[in-house]
Structure formats: structure tokens, C-alpha cells
């Protein structure tokens, strides 16, 4: 099993639409997540933490299920703009280390 | 907040030379420093974690004397592809991290052709 794992996508949706990713999670040690987004040939960039009682930023929306050992992230009312590929984050029990997702391709249409 | 500065952002160079990639960090000190490499349409490959002081440790299937990495110092990070061939293209990208369980912050990556 990998350490990280999401499903690539790609997501195609349309303007306004509300979207869900997950991301799951091998090591139950895990103490840091994270929700990156990065556009095609740009760096990735720090979308938001993910903090066990979960968190808002606006139109998005981050969960952590330590039970079920996944994270996700929520999308509302989708904008063009918001077309990107979304990368999970996930410490691997140690804070020196973190192994990203494959990550899921989102695309928003008219 | 955070920022971590990367250069050069592109190079463009013949086969058989070195190049030099500098990663800072620019208000915040960095224990750890990363290295990934991502070619077209796949995701980021972690190549090595520098440590400040000590030696980088380098990933599976990653070559130390091809990848030299130095971390000199808490805000400064770099890798040097030596004799660099066209399989060598490819995006370079830094991260850095603080103390504890803060977030990745990345640099804004180096476009590699080699000719």
C-alpha cells in the first residue's frame, strides 16, 4: 500500500459545482497533513493545513479522519480559476519527512 | 509569509557541464531543506532531504556524486548537477520547512535543459 495515495482524476466539473477529494494514509502516526495546489509547470503552494477538528478557508474545506486514516478536501461553488492539480501532503511519522500524493487534476469547465 | 527564493529559475546548458541551483529561505530559519525533481505530467519526486551541518540524505535510485547538495547554512540549500546530460531536463524544486510540524514551503522551481 502506498504511503499516500489519491485518485488522479482528472475531475472535470462544471462553474459552481462543489467538489470532494480524499486522500488516504498508511502510517497511523502521522501528525501533520496538508492540501498543496499546483499549477501545470509552477511550484506547488501551501493551500491549507488540516487540523483534526477541521478547518474552513473561504469556499474550501478540509477534514481529517484519523479513524479511517484519510483527509480530504471540499471545494464550493467552483471557479475556473480553481483548475489545478491538488496534491495531499502527509507526514511520514517523523517531521523532517513528508511524502506527497500522486495528486488529483481538477478541471472546471463553463 | 513564508518565502523561499529559488534560483536560477530556468538554465539552459550543453552536456557535460555543472550546474549550480541555490534554494533560500528568506525569514525563517530551515533545519531541513528538500529537493524534488518532477518531469512533464507526473508528480514531484522527492530527491534528497538536506540537513543543515550534515550530509543530505539522498532517495533510492538518486546519485549522491551526480546530485551534490551542500546546506550550509539555516537559509541556504543547494544542488549542483554535475556533467549534466539531456536526461538530466527537468523541474527542480526546493522546499523548506521549520521547526516542528510546520508546512512545506516551496521555491518557485528551476526549468533544466540540457542540450
Known amino acids: 500500500r502506498k504511503e499516500v495515495e489519491q485518485d488522479p482524476g482528472p475531475f472535470n466539473v462544471p462553474e459552481g459545482a462543489t467538489v470532494a477529494f480524499n486522500c488516504t494514509y498508511s502510517?497511523?502516526?502521522?501528525?501533520?497533513f496538508f492540501w498543496y495546489r499546483q499549477d501545470c509547470r509552477k511550484e506547488p503552494k501551501l493551500l491549507m493545513s488540516?487540523?483534526?477538528s477541521g478547518n474552513e478557508d473561504g469556499r474550501f474545506t478540509a477534514q481529517l479522519n484519523r479513524a479511517s486514516q484519510y483527509i480530504s478536501l471540499l471545494i464550493r461553488d467552483s471557479k475556473l480559476s480553481d483548475s489545478a492539480t491538488y496534491l495531499c501532503?502527509?507526514?511520514?511519522?517523523?517531521?523532517?519527512?513528508?511524502?506527497f500524493g500522486t495528486g488529483t487534476r481538477l478541471q472546471v469547465t463553463l | 509569509g513564508a518565502v523561499v527564493s529559488q534560483h536560477p529559475s530556468w538554465v539552459i546548458c550543453k552536456s557535460g557541464t555543472s550546474v549550480k541551483i541555490e534554494c533560500r529561505s528568506l525569514?525563517?530559519?530551515?533545519?531541513?531543506m528538500f529537493w524534488y525533481r518532477q518531469f512533464p505530467k507526473q508528480s514531484l519526486m522527492l530527491m534528497a532531504t538536506?540537513?543543515?551541518?550534515?550530509?543530505?540524505?539522498?532517495e533510492q535510485g538518486v546519485e549522491k556524486d551526480k546530485f551534490l547538495i551542500n546546506h550550509a547554512s539555516l537559509t541556504l540549500s543547494t544542488l549542483t548537477v554535475t556533467s549534466a546530460h539531456p536526461e538530466d531536463s527537468s523541474f527542480y524544486i526546493c522546499?523548506?520547512?521549520?521547526?516542528?510540524?510546520?508546512?512545506?514551503?516551496f521555491g518557485n522551481g528551476t526549468r533544466l535543459t540540457v542540450t
Open positions: 522546499s523548506a520547512r521549520g521547526q516542528g510540524y510546520s508546512p512545506l514551503h
Open positions: 502510517n497511523s502516526a502521522s501528525q501533520s
Open positions: 488540516v487540523y483534526s
Open positions: 501532503v502527509v507526514d511520514t511519522g517523523t517531521a523532517s519527512k513528508l511524502t
Open positions: 525569514d525563517f530559519q530551515a533545519t531541513t
Open positions: 538536506s540537513n543543515e551541518g550534515s550530509k543530505a540524505t539522498y
